[in-house]
T-cell receptor, first 112, second 114 residues
Framework: GDSVTQMEGPVTLSEEAFLTINCTYT??????LFWYVQYPGEGLQLLLK?????DKGSNKGFEATYRKETTSFHLEKGSVQVSDSAVYFC???????????FGAGTILRVKS | NAGVTQTPKFQVLKTGQSMTLQCAQD?????MSWYRQDPGMGLRLIHY???????DQGEVPNGYNVSRSTTEDFPLRLLSAAPSQTSVYFC?????????????FGPGTRLTVT
């Protein structure tokens, strides 16, 4: 079945460091790919998405590019802030239904 | 516009008790779903609905029932709670079941079964 694998955390960075969170997927068709963020005590919010190969999603300084050849959707940010501390989830859904398949989540901690 | 609301925020049940987790959305979304979040496992789909009167099972439906009598509400029922159902439950909604519309999540219900 469809699945998402993302790097284990927690990831601990100093403020202004470069962030990469790896995400790879397995799917039988052509999924759309998402990054969701969960701040402490809250529900999930969509951070960015890409719906076809080579699309780049971006929001709030975060970016991810849909790489079909490597089945990846790595999340990057050039300079993290303390306020970026959260849990980040990579997810996919297939074009025939809006049912999200999530990775396990990666905890990010940013220290000042 | 409240978005997706869930009640209660916290709940403790004894094994065998029943309860209903409430979910409501005011965005006139067709599609609603329930997920559970467990450490190291991300979120897993329990049940979903593509419109009023239509529901279907997700990845982990056992022990849970749902119904969708109105567009706005999508309650999740635990008929006989078990410790394995200790989790954080999230309700989500989106404009349509078809395609890649953004799903909007509620704040969650933290359930402990003793």
């Amino acid at each position: 079945g469809d699945s998402v694998t993302q790097m284990e955390g927690p990831v601990t960075l100093s403020e202004e460091a470069f962030l990469t969170i790896n995400c790879t997927y397995t799917a039988t068709g052509y999924p759309s790919l998402f990054w969701y963020v969960q701040y402490p005590g809250e529900g999930l919010q969509l951070l960015l998405k890409a719906t076809k190969a080579d699309d780049k999603g971006s929001n709030k300084g975060f970016e991810a590019t849909y790489r079909k050849e490597t089945t990846s959707f790595h999340l990057e940010k050039g300079s993290v802030q303390v306020s970026d501390s959260a849990v980040y989830f990579c997810a996919l859904n297939m074009e025939y239904g809006n049912k999200l398949v999530f990775g396990a989540g990666t905890i990010l901690r940013v220290k000042s | 516009n409240a978005g997706v609301t869930q009640t209660p925020k916290f709940q403790v049940l004894k094994t065998g008790q029943s309860m209903t987790l409430q979910c409501a959305q005011d965005m006139n979304h067709e599609y609603m779903s329930w997920y559970r979040q467990d450490p190291g496992m991300g979120l897993r789909l329990i049940h979903y609905s593509v419109g009023a009167g239509i529901t279907d099972q997700g990845e982990v439906p056992n022990g849970y029932n749902v119904s969708r009598s109105t567009t706005e509400d999508f309650p999740l029922r635990l008929l006989s709670a078990a410790p394995s159902q200790t989790s954080v439950y999230f309700c989500a909604s989106s404009f349509s079941a078809l395609g890649s519309y953004e799903q909007y999540f509620g704040p969650g219900t933290r359930l402990t079964v003793t």
